[in-house]
């Protein structure tokens, strides 16, 4: 860290020295030509620096993209050595390198003082093209400064993962499936059990992809005013990400004990948030706030399960703004 700093130091004194130089009648710094190449290396690295950090910053705009882990990886890891390659080549081949034994001088003596500022000059006299240099240097300094602040910028309004959450695949006429892609139909699904389900050509791993399927005898059901075609022949859809901390509902609970569990639910093993899916999944126990997400199913003529739509509101725990959005 202690030469990466002393680089640094370097390349600011070097091309953003500006002013009259000292008069003096010798040179401390022997003249040295001009190394356009290494100029040019220099340059280069300090542009693909700052596109390789500017492309971090694309990618964490938008979340449409694959392995995007692997992606963020790349390219901040290319900006870091794209810029490590660039004072590498400036501290070698463009910074004059100079040993002495003396003992430093006592502070506050203008001589010295004059003698370090004429060394500072003399020493950038071989670089040509200090404005570009710098130019690149503050580009490549402004785009990492970027991509290490925009992971900040999710807590929002800016880059805010709150839209994200409220968008989900389902859409009328998307088709269930297994976790092996097989169509569900609506004979398959028993009353003495539950099933997970997806829809088909989305991704899954998607807060809003994964729901649960259960089928009661349609009397029993207790929908809210307005969902009295969503569940056919009993048959109801809920998302399978718990309101309470984003878990998975993965237990159902058929009734053993009708003293202690009156009627069939749904469980959230991790908080024992527990769903009456009978009453929309409405809370009946446990640290849930709000019901579970119901999406409408349709049978197709095939006795296929299908959406009728998306979901009653928003998928997942209601975290920041979740409850002010409408499923999408």
Request: charged share 25%; hydrophobic share 40%.
């Amino acid at each position: 860290m202690r030469r990466l700093k002393r680089w640094l130091i370097a390349l600011v004194a070097l091309v953003a020295t500006s002013g009259p130089r000292p008069e003096r009648e010798e040179r401390i710094v022997p003249e040295e030509a001009a190394d356009r190449g290494a100029e040019t290396a220099v340059i280069v690295l300090l542009l693909l620096s700052a596109a390789a950090a500017a492309g971090f910053t694309v990618l964490y705009a938008f979340d449409s993209l694959g392995n995007r882990t692997q992606l963020f990886g790349i390219t901040l890891g290319l900006a870091l050595a794209f810029l490590a390659a660039a004072l590498i080549v400036l501290s070698k081949r463009l910074v004059p390198n100079e040993e002495l034994t003396e003992e430093y001088p006592a502070e506050e003596h203008p001589e010295e003082q004059g003698e370090i500022a004429q060394l500072v000059h003399e020493s950038g006299d071989a670089i040509t093209r200090k404005r570009l240099m710098l130019a690149a240097g503050g580009a490549a300094g402004a785009a990492l400064g970027a991509a290490a602040l925009t992971p900040a910028l999710s807590f929002g309004p800016f880059l805010d993962p709150g839209e994200g959450l409220s968008e989900t695949p389902w859409k009328r006429g998307r088709l269930l499936v297994d976790s092996d892609g097989r169509p569900l139909r609506a004979d398959d699904i028993s009353t003495e059990t539950f099933y997970t389900a997806y829809p088909l050509g989305a991704k899954r791993d998607k807060i809003g992809s994964p729901i649960v399927i259960v089928r009661l005898d349609p009397s029993a059901l207790r929908l809210p005013p307005g969902r009295e075609g969503w569940a056919p022949e009993g048959i109801l859809a809920y998302s399978k990400i718990c309101t309470h901390a984003g878990c998975a509902v993965s237990l159902y609970r058929k009734p053993k004990f009708p003293p202690v569990e009156p009627s069939r639910a749904l469980v959230c093993p991790c908080h024992y948030s527990t769903f009456d899916p009978a009453a929309g999944a409405e809370v009946i126990y446990g640290p849930a706030g709000r019901p579970l997400p119901q999406l409408p199913l349709l049978i197709d003529d095939e006795r296929r399960l299908r959406a009728a739509g998306n979901f009653s509101g928003p998928v997942g725990p209601a975290w920041g703004g979740v409850r002010g959005r409408d499923a999408t």
